[in-house]
């Protein structure tokens, strides 16, 4: 059961751990009540601090923001309540300057309905962009199987295919099937989905000139309509790949995918798991139905199977293609990794999510335990996502040190809990979730074994026991993992198959790893982990 040591991967997302900002919520520089970019340079020595060498941000281009910027309306600028193309060049060097990486987030799949394009299409007279969104043949053609339909909302006899809310309407890749009863429906290949597939590339490079080092991508697997397998999108992005290998080598990609062996082999440098159709990874942090209980929970009633069973074969199929992501959270999540948790339970999750291959995404907050607000109206078509959207508390200050404006200014209200945590006291305390989170990522990054492509291995993992024990490996470092979310002390004896001789404590509980004469046993209490380095 030893791990295998996989071929190794591209270089700077072997160390990677990147960190969600979004942007309307992270810092204001200026006192309008907003966040904005300036806020994000200010911030980067305490993101350079916490040891985190890429940033993905949220869409921060122009945009009506009925989605929070998911509703973009030009893609080559800069929203002005964020600053400008110039400030975000600047973001872009400072941070490299500080070996931290921006992704800027790629909405490839459409635009706002107040995008001038889409206004064009929406036009009786054919011209450059009728094709560039999917219009049905007549207005009286109005709904579709599988695809939501809006109705009447333009001069031209047509409706238009949505990808999201109404408003969002889909830029047109065509379809991999088209039905011949449904002559609208366009191929991959037809001069529309081609010019959009070019503007696409219009877009990226005009990114990654300004200094971009990639892009998160939207919904990246919904490009191509009637594409049940994938495998029309998948060989859309792989030609992109191949274009930034052949222009942009260093630049990468993570997708909005959650299925790796698709996307992976796509051409994506990684994929995230995501709380989307399969339980696995919400299993990890959040219950997966009323009743179910989450592995990390401190009841131990959880299942790590949950996980493992859909983790490993996706693990196997992309091993050496590319990396899956495990985030804290994101935008779109609630609620979010701190709720509920207290610093205990979040340092034996994140000694799990900050020693598991691949890359680790820490959404804003979650290094702080921040929590989810809830009740609050819908903000930008957030809905229930709202309240894993508020402003980032980095000191006891009335505005939390997020801002300078009047309380009833701000995008959203500071969490009002006395007991909000705030960076600035997580600063002072050596057992802080932030300290926390700072050490385990010094020790992926000071270990070879620890970091992406490091291979994996269970160890013990068996349903019904709390306890998780696996081994990380790579050019002959070898580390073993034990965790226990369980608030109860736990053991077990180590499988005869995983031979060492010696356990040297890097984190965690001391002496967790003892061996007698029938060999190792790992024994931990309550809610803890031990990190060893084994020889
Ligand atoms: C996924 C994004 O994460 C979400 O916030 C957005 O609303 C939809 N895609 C639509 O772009
Ligand atoms: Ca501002």
């Known amino acids: 059961m030893n791990a295998v040591e ?22 204001d520089s200026n006192g309008d009540g907003i966040g904005d970019l300036h806020g994000i340079i200010e911030k980067l020595p305490y993101l350079h601090s916490l040891g985190v060498t890429g940033l993905w941000i949220n869409p921060c281009f122009e945009s009506p923001f009925r989605d929070a910027g998911y509703d973009i309306s030009d893609f080559y ?89 109404y408003f969002q309407p ?65 060989a859309l992005w792989h030609d992109f790949r191949t274009w930034m290998h052949r222009e942009y080598p260093d630049r990468a ?48 009633l959880g299942d790590i199977r949950q996980f493992l069973d859909e983790f ?22 609630v609620p979010r990794l701190g709720d509920g948790k207290d610093p205990r339970e979040l340092a034996v999750v994140y000694a799990f999510l900050l020693t598991m291959p691949g890359v680790p995404f820490i959404y804003y907050g979650d290094e702080i335990g921040m929590r989810s607000v809830a009740g609050l109206p819908s903000k930008e078509g957030g809905f229930g996502r709202t309240g894993a959207r508020m402003p980032m508390q980095w000191d006891a200050s009335p505005d939390a040190g997020f801002s300078t404006a009047p309380a009833g200014r701000l995008y959203l209200p500071i969490d009002s809990a006395a007991d909000r945590p705030t960076v600035a006291a997580q600063e002072m305390d050596p057992h802080s979730t932030l300290n926390t989170v700072r050490t385990l990522i010094a020790l992926r990054q000071a270990h070879p074994a620890l970091q992406a492509s490091g291979a994996f291995a269970e160890v ?55 061996c007698d004469a029938q060999g190792w046993t790992v024994q931990l209490p309550a809610v803890s982990y031990a990190v060893v380095e084994i020889e």
């Open 6 to 27: 996989p071929s190794p991967a591209a270089d700077w997302l072997e160390h990677a751990v990147f960190y969600e900002i979004y942007p309307q919520s992270f810092r």
């Open 77 to 165: 600028r800069v929203a002005p309540r964020y600053g400008t193309n110039e400030d975000l060049r600047t973001l872009f060097a400072e941070a490299r300057k500080l070996g931290i990486r921006v992704m800027l987030d790629l909405v490839a799949g459409h635009t706002s309905d107040q995008h001038p394009w889409f206004r064009e299409s929406q036009r009786h007279e054919r011209n450059r962009y009728t094709d560039w969104y999917i219009w049905t043949d007549s207005v009286w053609t109005w709904s579709a199987p599988n695809q939501q339909v809006v109705v009447g909302a333009a001069e031209r006899d047509a409706n238009y295919i949505p990808n999201f809310f």
């Open 170 to 234: 889909a830029l047109n890749y065509g379809y991999a099937q088209p039905d011949p009863k449904a002559p609208w429906q366009q191929a991959v290949d037809a001069p529309g989905p081609r010019a959009v597939r070019e503007e696409l590339k219009k877009i990226m490079r005009f990114w990654f000139d300004l200094g971009a080092s990639g892009f998160r991508v939207d919904m990246a697997g919904s490009l191509v309509k009637n594409d049940p397998d994938g495998r029309a999108t998948a």
């Open 253 to 300: 990609m993570v997708s909005e995918w959650s299925q790796p062996q698709v996307a992976i082999p796509a051409g994506f440098h990684m994929d995230f798991l995501l709380p989307f159709s399969k339980p696995g990874y919400k299993s990890l942090f959040r219950p997966t139905a009323p009743g179910a209980t989450a592995y990390f929970d401190p009841s131990g």
């Open 312 to 333: 490993e074969p996706l693990y196997a199929a992309t091993k050496g293609q590319g990396f899956i992501a495990i985030p804290t959270g994101n935008h779109d999540t």
């Open 460 to 514: 013990v993992a068996r349903s019904g026991e709390a306890l998780f024990v696996y081994e990380r490996a790579s050019r002959g470092e070898r580390i073993m993992v034990a965790v226990n979310p369980a608030a109860r002390p736990c053991e077990a004896r180590l499988p005869a198959t995983v031979e060492f001789s010696e356990a040297r404590q890097l984190a965690g509980e001391a002496g967790a790893f003892q």
